[in-house]
């Protein structure tokens, strides 16, 4: 059973930053995309980030040059660094692994997400 665990959501104020790691537990997790989702109060789930396992990364608009996704093997699946902080940016934050062939998902996993709060 492959378990995706976030961390390092919590309250901050405007401008500031936070790091939130997802790391991942249990055998048989295959992926080949690794991507941040967030899902804000009335609104639909929003990709956030997306990192290959080839090292491309992608970002929303709304979030590039403020958000960094990387990636770890060791401890940790993933990081996403977000600088600069605003309050649009209050959110859910969910990691999700896939494995993909061309564009059909194969395999899913989904962390079961983390807050972010950012204070004005």
């Known amino acids: 059973q492959v378990q995706l665990v976030e961390s390092g959501g919590g309250l901050v104020q405007a401008g500031g930053s936070l790091r939130l790691s997802c790391s991942a537990s249990g055998s048989g997790l295959r992926f080949n995309a690794l991507a941040w989702y967030r899902r804000a109060p009335g609104k639909q789930r929003e990709l956030v980030a997306t990192?290959?396992?080839?090292?491309?990364?992608d970002y929303a608009d709304s979030v590039k040059g403020r958000f960094t996704i990387s990636r770890d093997d060791s401890k940790i699946l993933m990081a996403l660094q977000m600088n600069s902080l605003k309050a649009e940016d209050a959110a859910v934050y969910y990691c999700?692994?896939?494995?993909?062939?061309?564009?059909?998902?194969?395999?899913?996993?989904w962390g079961q997400g983390t807050q972010v709060t950012v204070s004005s």
């Open positions: 990192i290959t396992n080839g090292g491309s990364t």
């Open positions: 999700n692994a896939a494995l993909y062939s061309g564009r059909t998902r194969l395999e899913d996993y």
